[in-house]
């Protein structure tokens, strides 16, 4: 869970990174850091918490150089630490290079083994880092040819943006799994994670990234190639349901579409009786929308967020997480007393939110509480990227949808059904689909619900019992 950004040929490199970066801070809140260039040289900056608290005008000001790239990072497990903060910035013979990273590479720790056996030294428990060290193996002669020998070798979900003296190069994995869009800025190529980083900085959105793709940006232009073997697409189907900004657009449809026609599609397969339909803000409004709008029952704002704490579930700590949804969410009792109330939101993943949001719901005077999921059951982990817990903790993984809505203390419980969101994921209209430059058709990861994993996961070498810490 991370959003990264780069910016190649614009006079105000690092200022526009900053800024894409804080239209991308909703994908982690760990860290941050941006590495610029000047053409000679490279300049890193990296800091622990937040990009608006992190940059200040004296932190940004020594970033000078028209090219950029910057990240910012939740870590999927282990350390949050500044050594795992990214973009990751290494010498070695071929001059500089810094690569900023979202995904998780599923045999890393298999690589990483093998790279350590024959001498390696590793800085940071990134998977990230092992890309690193295999460019620095290759012998290609370009930095082109040695990432595209390094990510040859790796297996799993990457969109990367990589920074040397002279070029930017942006790359997305074989599948497409994480997100990755190109825009034009003032002359200037800039990709970010999320189409929303562009409207901020006043970029033109261009195309999605391939699947598959290389795009090189240097002085003389830019080149686009297609190094790997051709495989089917599976965008991730989490980005829609929760996790992209819903202003964004991503591989042709937007997200704002495809979760109000989630929402509608819930109704149709779950309707009820009732008097309000309310959400579980921010993640469940748009949803919530579509819902009443298929099913007549009119939409209030009935739970009321508190803008001055993060996404509870980011926390790392169990303990922030419990008291954090009290901190976040208040009822507001008008809306909701001696009413019968349909409250959505996009998922469940262990169900102890929700099982405090429903009863804060009862406790304003709900007369009835209909809980509704615009996604179907998540029982998987996910490998690529997404922070979800393990198997075991997944409330879905072991128990019937049933059980889950005795446990939250809903009086019913619906779950959107896979055909139903595939369905509301599929259509999109033209001007979508025409900035879709990827794959022709739209495939879907949904490993989350289905347990299908595109890319096995080998098992982790007996050797190792750490965990390398995604991106
Ligand atoms: P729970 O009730 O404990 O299962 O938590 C469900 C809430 O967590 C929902 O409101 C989701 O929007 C949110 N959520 C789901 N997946 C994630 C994730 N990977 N990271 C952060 N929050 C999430």
Known sequence: MCGIFGVFGHPEASNITYLGLHSLQHRGQESTGIVCGNGRQLIASRHMGHVADVYTSEVLAPLK???AIGHVRYSTAG????KNAQPFAVEYAHGTVAIAHNGN???ALHLRAELERDGSIFQSSMDTEVIVHLMARSGAPTLAERLADALDKVQGAYSLVVLSEGQLIAVRDPMGIRPLVMGR???AYVFA???CAFDLIEAELIRDVAPGEMIVV???GMHCSRPFHERECRHCVFEYIYFARPDSILDGPGVTDCRERMGRRLAVEHGVDADVVIAVPDSGVTAAIGYSAESGIPFRMGLIRSHYVGRTFIEPRQSIRHFGVKLKLNPARPVIDGKRVVVVDDSIVRGTTSRKIIGMIRAAGAREVHMRISCPPTRSPCFYGIDTPTRRELIASSHTVEEICRYVGADTLGYLS????LQALGSHDGKAAALHGSCGQHGYCDACFSGDYP????EPPASRRGSLVGS
């Open 418 to 421: 896979n055909e139903g969101m």
């Open 65 to 67: 150089g028209a090219n």
């Open 185 to 187: 800025s003032r002359g």
């Open 218 to 220: 240097d002085q003389g």
């Open 105 to 107: 590479l599923v045999n």
């Open 193 to 195: 994670s999320e189409s």
């Open 79 to 82: 350390a949050s630490h500044i």
């Open 455 to 458: 890319i096995p996961i080998p």
